[in-house]
């Protein structure tokens, strides 16, 4: 098939690069063939030998801007196998040159030591080694986070019980890598979360009223009451409204990572999920979406042990999700989600390599789920219950944390006494104004979606008001409409 061109070489120049900027080529105006501004006929074959000659031209000219995209394709080398073996024994594949062998030798599906888990504080919450640069200021708030994001969940999911909210979900046992993760971070990232993250919405600022709102779903929720309670979000804060569908979120931030790429932002996405999430299309695709594109994304997972009530060992066979990511060129590291220095120092670092370096960054939070999965779960039916306490007492993550920072004479139990006094009474506080404060009007249901409410939306909405002044006892009385 022949391709007709009537455009102008410049005109034609730029559109390639227009095209092809987005695969790391650049400066091919020197090196395009010459094209005449009359009508010229070039076949589809040869515009594309054009094209794939420009490999070897940014080789030797300089270029504007230039990406890894075809240097992370070609493999390191591997032990055992000479740099200066004869070129016919590779093969010159367009990922990059493969050497051939004689021997056939299947991969072993998994290594002979499983990968190491990366930590700064020992279970008693000591320094293993060294030291961590973290100030006084910030581990002080990380641990008062901490400790209110518990005090929250455990009155939260009372209230839940007292048929005062609907539903809920706690984070106990995973505060560190809320508290931690989110430290790390700037204000200018955007947070991408699952649904077991709110302590990184408590470190930016959200109130404990706020969150009480939301779970009332009242006047004051910026959701407008449209969302399940524990369903944050905060355009604000950068925080992503969360989703339930399990791992849907995981491809939205590699779009958004790669926004801030494409407008030179000196920021990255960053998203959470569980190690349920990785057994879904969505992880998959995401990890190789941004290893393609080369997103400044992070990706953490709170390996807890169990999606729902499916342990990891019903899941998969690899060992754990760290190893995923080289197979999709990401670079990856497993820290203990129960060391707050570990995750902070871990979480700093691979942000500042996705930043500068346009990469995305795995990290697997080796952690365990010592709540229910909800209020809709119990889990002493799946697991036992003796498992769930040795977590919960010789692992606590904030009792280790607390540990460290009494040690430096940062922290006291009187300190201790007066946080968790405050928190409650805020938190009890916080409660009785959103359970009084007026839901969000029936309108509401109807808007934010379109600039101007389409028609059928307006049918909809005279339908529900007719049908609730003809039964107005199966509908609460205290919407107003």
């Known amino acids: 098939m022949a391709v007709c061109v009537r455009q102008s070489r410049n005109s034609i120049i730029n559109h390639v690069k227009a095209k092809m900027g987005l695969l790391g080529l650049t400066c091919l105006s020197s090196s395009m063939p010459s094209l005449n501004t009359d009508h010229r006929t070039l076949s589809a074959a040869s515009l594309a030998k054009d094209l794939r ?26 032990s055992g196998v000479q740099s200066n073996v004869a070129s016919s024994q590779f093969l010159d594949f367009p990922g990059g040159k493969v050497a051939f062998t004689s021997e056939m030798r299947f991969i072993s ?10 930590r700064v504080l020992d ?19 990380m641990y008062s986070d901490m400790a209110t994001l518990q005090t929250m969940d455990t009155i939260f999911y009372d209230a839940q019980r007292q048929g005062r909210i609907s539903f809920y979900l706690t984070t106990i046992g995973e505060e560190a890598i809320n508290i931690a993760s989110a430290a790390a971070l700037t204000i200018d990232d955007f947070v991408v979360p699952q649904y077991r993250e709110p302590g990184v919405l408590l470190w930016r600022g959200f109130t404990l009223q706020q969150f009480a709102n ?18 944050y979000g905060s355009k604000k804060l950068n925080y992503l409204t969360v989703a339930s569908t399990i791992a849907s979120q995981l491809p939205h931030a590699v779009g958004v990572a790669y926004s801030l790429k494409m407008d030179g932002k000196d920021a990255c996405a960053v998203t959470y999920f569980g190690d349920g999430g990785s057994s879904e299309g969505d992880f998959h695709a995401a990890l190789n979406f941004a290893a393609v594109t080369e997103a400044p994304v992070l990706f953490i997972c709170r390996n807890n042990g169990w ?3 499916t342990p990891t060992s019903d899941q998969f066979r690899s060992d754990g999700i760290v190893v995923r990511g080289e197979a999709y060129g990401v670079q990856s590291i497993r820290v203990d989600g129960n060391d707050t220095l570990a995750l902070y120092s871990a979480v700093r670092a691979a942000r500042e390599m996705a930043i500068c370096e346009q990469r995305p960054i795995l990290i697997e939070a080796m952690t365990y789920r010592v709540g ?7 889990s002493t039916k799946y697991r036992p219950v003796d498992e769930i306490e040795l977590w919960r007492s010789a692992r606590d993550p904030i009792t280790r944390f607390r540990k460290w920072i009494e040690s430096n004479g940062w922290w006291s139990s009187e300190a201790e006494s007066e946080l968790r006094s405050n928190v409650r009474k805020q938190l009890l506080d916080a409660i009785q104004v959103a359970e009084t404060t007026e839901k969000p009007p029936l309108v509401d249901m109807f808007t934010d979606v379109y600039d101007a409410v389409p028609s059928n939306l307006s049918e909809q909405e005279k339908w529900l008001r ?8 199966d509908y609460p009385s205290d919407f107003p409409l």
Do not use: W
Not at 63 to 74: G, I, N, V
């Open 53 to 78: 000659n420009q490999n070897s031209v940014l080789e030797n000219k300089p270029t504007l801007y230039r990406t890894r995209r075809f240097d992370s394709t070609k493999p390191h080398q591997r």
């Open 109 to 118: 599906e998994s290594p002979k030591e499983r990968i190491p888990c990366y």
């Open 123 to 141: 279970d008693d919450g000591q320094l293993i080694e060294g030291g961590i640069n973290v100030s006084k200021e910030i581990a002080v708030k």
């Open 214 to 231: 939301q779970c009332f779903s009242n006047r004051g929720d910026d959701c407008r009451g449209r969302q399940m309670p524990v369903h």
């Open 307 to 309: 999606a729902i009530s």
């Open 372 to 378: 229910h999965h909800s209020t809709s779960d119990d």
């Open 466 to 473: 007719e049908t609730i002044k003809i039964h107005p006892q």
